[in-house]
Structure formats: C-alpha cells, structure tokens
C-alpha cells in the first residue's frame, strides 16, 4: 500500500493522494504540515457552507456489537439538496472516517449526534461565532460548540 502524502494545489485546496506524481502543478506538504494544512481548509470550506443556527442532520450508520463506539452520517441541506460533509467534518475536527460510512464517534449514555455536531461547530469556530447565535443562560452566546443544532434522521 502507497504512503500518503499532503498536496496543496494553485487554488489553496489540501489533499492527501497516494500518487504525487499525478499532481505536478501541487505543493507537497510535510506530514505535521499537511495535516494541519488539510485542517484548516476543511474548517475554512465548512465556515462557507454553514451558517450559524444552521441545522446538521445526523444519520446512524451503525453501532458496535459492545455499544461504545458509533459511525454517524452528517448532512446539510445547500439549496435545496441533502449534502454530506463527513470527510469535511472529519478532518476539520480531527476525527478518524468509519471504514464502511460516516464519522467514528466512540462513548455511550449519551446523544453521540449532539456530541458530534458541538465539536464540529468548536471546529468551524474556535474562538466563537462573529455575531451571537442565541441566548444561554440569558446572555448572549457565541459559543462555537452551541452554535448549530442537530437532528437525527
């Protein structure tokens, strides 16, 4: 099996390829590099597809035979249509992708899509939405992790 390896294309676009030789016109990234490179692009795409307030649809793809881990599907609906952004929010947050489908989410007695979709939202924004997004305990929130709901479908 190939090595993975991080390029940066022209247009600023970070991605991992197993055949570098097929992308002469990309940047090749060191591994810390590109993963943090690889990061931030992906914070940077989800920030102009969602909005704060926005809701993410979660999708239960399957639960281990011991109940402690999860794969959990998100979705967005843009115009109309249902998109996944699982490889998006995987790597924006620095969780690792299901071998079968959707996101790796391990822990129990708890909404796992809730847990999901907060740290999805503390990705996109680290340091808290420009504006705020609602009340928590009658303040105004600007609080990442708070700033997207979840529903379960």
């Not at 990061?39 to 993410?56: A, D, F, G, H, S």
Request: contains cysteine; proline residues 5%; glycine residues 10%.
């Amino acid at each position: 099996m190939s090595k993975k390896i991080y390029m940066r294309s022209p247009r600023g676009a970070v991605f991992e390829t197993s055949h570098p030789e097929y992308h002469k016109d990309c940047a090749r990234l060191s591994i810390k590099e590109g993963y943090a490179a690889r990061q931030e692009y992906c914070r940077k795409v989800l920030r102009e597809m969602i909005q704060p307030n926005q809701t993410v649809y979660c999708v239960l793809r399957r639960v281990s035979k011991s109940g402690m881990s999860r794969d959990i599907s998100l979705f967005i609906v843009i115009d109309g249509e249902l998109r996944n952004i699982d490889v998006l929010a995987a790597d924006a947050c620095g969780i690792k992708l299901s071998k079968n489908s959707g996101i790796v989410m391990g822990g129990c007695g708890m909404d796992m899509g809730f847990a999901l979709v907060y740290n999805l939202g503390c990705a996109i924004w680290p340091d808290g939405t420009p504006e705020p997004h609602g009340t928590r305990n009658d303040q105004p929130d600007n609080a990442g992790g708070y700033s997207l709901k979840h529903e379960w479908i």
